[in-house]
């Protein structure tokens, strides 16, 4: 089961630390990642991360202001977000991928690669 948390209301600009913790499984086992989803819209691909922390791989509309990482001996999933804009406005779900790595690489922005997800967190960003 994955948990996530961090979420809640921020100004335009502001910054937000979203966390995902794992029970009854290692994540050190899985290359896991960050979707979004508004109303209304499919849920899309934020962030990605491999088993060992690098490489990561980002979204364009999110690169170079988003940050993913991990720490496997917590078995926690993070992601910092900063100079957050109105349109980042979703609930963020973490995933935990069970693939083999050649295919997850091909497949990593899908949400079909993805077994293990988490309930959501809540992120408004308010103009």
């Known amino acids: 089961q994955l948990q996530a948390s961090g979420g809640g209301l921020v100004q335009t600009g502001g910054s937000l630390r979203l966390s995902c913790v794992a029970s009854?499984?290692?994540?050190?086992?899985?290359?896991m990642a960050w979707f979004r989803q508004v109303p209304g819209k499919e849920r899309e691909f934020v962030a990605a991360?491999?088993?060992?922390?690098?490489?990561?791989y980002y979204a364009d509309s999110v690169k170079g202001r988003f940050t993913i990482s991990r720490e496997n001996g917590k078995n926690a999933l993070y992601l910092q977000l900063s100079s957050l804009k109105p349109e980042d406005t979703a609930v963020y779900y973490c995933?935990?991928?069970?693939?083999?790595?050649?295919?997850?690489?091909?497949?990593?922005?899908?949400?079909?690669?993805?077994?293990?997800w988490g309930q959501g967190t809540q992120v408004t960003v308010s103009s």
């Open positions: 995933a935990a991928a069970a693939l083999i790595r050649s295919v997850w690489f091909e497949r990593r922005t899908e949400r079909s690669a993805y077994s293990y």
């Open positions: 991360i491999v088993k060992g922390s690098t490489p990561t």
């Open positions: 009854g499984r290692s994540l050190s086992n899985y290359d």
